[in-house]
């Protein structure tokens, strides 16, 4: 019995395969496998969290450049002597920031716009925190001093980008972490000491294979005694 338990342990790799085996101990491990499962889809969210906000920074960083340029036209079209050209250079003004209206709508992640408020669980007990990606209102603009407004909206919305990435990285270390020492805590209890295991087996082999010994030792000697009697 105890050399086909070594043999099943050592054949599935766990010294719990069954409740039998350790009822507590599979209690626990169990519950340490559900733990790293929570741990790492944790990790997976914020992971995705931030792949959301990168898109959100390139997004942003287009936008910037546009309202840069349309700063520029508006300080070549307040000039006089651009005069002439001034409808032309404020109707690409206009077309840009139909540009953006388009960018900030097509800016999206599994279906979410990226420029937006977004709650992440990052906690195997479904804790979460909010991402802050949201973009104000950027209106067409129709002075340098527009232009300037926008550019501080957007430069505000680059910030708090850059500070929810730096937090989610900070998380994901930590839950990845967490998921490799959880992971080792249920190995210690569920998965065998194969040394230990095997050098279980050689001895319950050992004394199996005397036993068996000693029986066809015993039954030998009996039958000697019975072919002297007769």
Known sequence: MATES???KLSSGLRISRAADDAAGLAIANKLRAQHRGLSAAASNAEQGNAMLQIAEGAAQTIERIIERQKELLVQAASGQNASVSSTLTTEVST???EITRIRGAATFQGTN??????????DTGATFSVNATLGATA??????NADSNLD????????????????????QNLKSAVVNVKAAESVIRDVDMAE??????????LTQAAQAML???????QSVLSILR
Do not use: C, H, W
């Open 96 to 98: 840009l920031s139909d």
């Open 140 to 145: 067409n603009p129709t002075t340098v001093a």
């Open 216 to 222: 066809s030792q015993a039954n030998q000697g009996a």
């Open 153 to 172: 909206t957007v430069n505000s919305t680059l910030a708090a980008i850059g500070a929810g990435q730096n937090r989610l990285d900070y998380t994901v």
């Open 197 to 206: 295991e095997m050098a279980n087996f050689t001895k319950n082999n050992i």
């Open 6 to 8: 070594s043999m099943r």
């Open 114 to 123: 990226v420029f937006a408020s977004v709650s992440l669980a990052v906690d």
